[in-house]
């Protein structure tokens, strides 16, 4: 199958459906960085300087590090600070991964480092994701986080859980780390899906329900994942097949306790003998025994 990249942002969150911390139509919210939307992983050291919206950012260099967004509206910027110290970032927007140079030649405060525009009502997830790493001009591979901009909407705080059926890859549900990229094709549920091949790389979803299936694409490219449920490694799958297979499924499972569970899908970076490439897909989910 030809391969179609588009490498645009990605990221976050679990969740079920909580009311929006909201704004009216045709208005713009400024969520500061300590807003309970926001979550944080990894290590993060908190900023006081008065430039700062509200007077206070925080700050990371720590390679994996994490900050997610859930929120209702059509538009979001990230706000944060350019400087000479200041190095890239991954951002995901629900689920399309884009590279970010928060590098500037001064230090400029309030600084929109990404904005996406023209969203479909309803609820999606930012996840920002040091890189520790550095343009060849910057000293250093701070990233800062200000604060967010939503149009239309607002940041909302809790955990999102997909319910029973289909949910796509895009889904606010599912969460990655690591490096996707974006797949557009009829064949594919939905019409897209996304794809990786970088150890460690990793979408879970969060869903509420007894069973669980992965929808993948198989090919002669197709590489192995570690499949874990509620944390704990359920066993290895071998994507390869030799000749294209669209919503193929990549695994599946039932008899689960009714209640939230989490599913996680691990790239190894690697693929049988008879496989070409070590690409892992990631298409939809179907969920079972859900609410």
């Known amino acids: 199958m030809k391969r179609t990249f ?50 206070h950012s925080v700050l990371s260099n720590a390679l994996g590090a ?80 200000d604060g967010f901009d939503v149009e239309d909407g607002g940041g909302m705080s809790g955990v999102i859980s997909a319910p029973a059926g289909r949910t796509e890859q895009n889904n606010p549900a599912v969460n990655y780390t690591g490096t996707w990229f974006l797949n557009t094709n009829p064949v594919q549920s939905g019409g897209t899906a996304v794809l990786s091949t970088d150890f460690g790389s990793r979408a879970t979803i969060s869903f509420t329900g007894t069973g669980i299936g992965w929808i993948a694409y198989r090919d002669q490219w197709s590489g192995i994942a570690n499949v874990y449920i509620d944390g704990t490694l359920k066993g290895t799958v071998d994507t390869y097949a030799p000749s294209d297979q ?33 690409w892992v897909w990631i298409d939809a989910f179907d969920i079972t025994g859900g609410q």
């Open 246 to 278: 669209a919503k193929a499924t990549g695994y599946s499972l039932t008899g689960l306790i009714a209640g939230a569970h989490t599913l996680t899908i691990e790239v190894t970076g690697t693929h049988s003998t008879q496989s070409q490439g070590s």
């Open 66 to 145: 994490r900050a997610a967004i859930t929120f209702t509206g059509t538009a979001i910027s990230w706000i944060g600070v350019a400087d000479p110290w200041s190095g890239f970032a991954r951002v995901y927007l629900d689920g399309v991964m884009n590279t970010v140079d928060s590098y500037g030649n001064d230090t400029s405060y309030q600084r929109v480092l990404f904005t996406a525009r023209g969203l479909a009502p309803g609820v999606h997830t930012l996840s920002i994701e040091i890189m520790h790493s550095r343009d060849v001009n910057g000293s250093g591979s701070w990233v800062w986080i």
């Open 6 to 55: 588009r490498s645009s942002v990605l990221f976050l969150a679990a969740l079920r459906l909580l009311t929006p911390l909201g704004a009216q139509a045709g208005t713009t919210t400024r969520i500061e960085e300590n807003d309970p939307s926001i979550v944080y992983s990894g290590n993060w050291y908190a900023n006081a300087a008065s430039p700062n919206s509200g007077g």
